[in-house]
């Protein structure tokens, strides 16, 4: 069982990362909607503004308690995010708060020792928020894809991102409904679930890239293919560790290893992005969103080497 100290840094922490990922993904669905369908843009816009009061929330709540692997991971924000969200604003017209970007670039990391009770209540009611938040957002996802897979609509995100973002959703959820029955995760033992999962995650990236690069892009879009191919791979390595754990630390050295170059990709490719240099349809925050995820998946790696 969790002790209270526990349950507070890992619900405060991962609000910082996944609540800002669920606002995005409702800004992205928002901004690849059609004129015709206003009530999803308000909708979608409803559950970013949401998702930005949770956030918000979480940041006012961390200061000095989230622990430092977190706020130094480049999982909450990155060097890029603050300009990403300006871009982003100008192209779209959607006013995202930098102000919350803002707030998390100054949060402090501090190991706790003692529980305020008061604080633990908050964090608490916050899971039970964000847990409301998340369980409509799904639904929304799956209402949104059924509609196209149906042709009852039509939107300029893939059928497959709208699965892979719902995917990451139910993994915010599940995670949340564990923290807030104060279930101690055994690592060692979920270490290849979260890899199948992360890696699986990392190829669509990947594929996602590619497919929105402009063609002249020729070397981007063989890089995004390769990686793509490599993770696509890993993915299956890693559920195949999952029924022999002989192989499972060999899988996450090469994950770490193929999840660094990624990472390091897409760098450069949201820096191209935001400096006018790259080609593509890739909205900025997409490219800094991605990144997140990459350096998200690495800080975990990390944590699952360290238990082998």
Known sequence: MLSSIEFIKQSLGLHLYFARIMKEHSFFLEAGFTPRDTNFVQRADDFRREFDRLLGEAISLSNGVV????????EVITPFTLNAERVTTFFTGVQIPIQLTQAEAGLAACDIKTVNPMLEQCVFVLNQKAIKATAALIQFKKNI??????????????????????REAELYLQQLKRLQKRERINLRREALDLEFFWNRQMAEHAKFIRGLLDPTEENLISQAHDFGNEFDKLTAKAK????????????????????????NFKAQ?????LACQVRSI??????????????????LLKMFEECK
Do not use: W
């Open 67 to 74: 622990s430092p692997e977190v706020l130094q991971s480049g």
């Open 145 to 166: 894809l059924s509609n196209v897979l149906c042709c009852r609509m039509f939107t300029f995100n893939y059928p497959l991102l709208i699965i892979h973002i719902t």
């Open 240 to 263: 195949a560790a999952m029924e022999s754990t002989v192989l499972s630390a060999k899988v996450t050295d090469e994950s770490l290893i193929a999840t660094e170059d990624l990472r």
């Open 269 to 273: 490719g949201t820096k191209g992005i």
């Open 282 to 299: 890739i909205i900025p925050l997409l490219g800094d969103h991605v990144l997140r995820e990459a350096n998200h998946y690495l800080r």
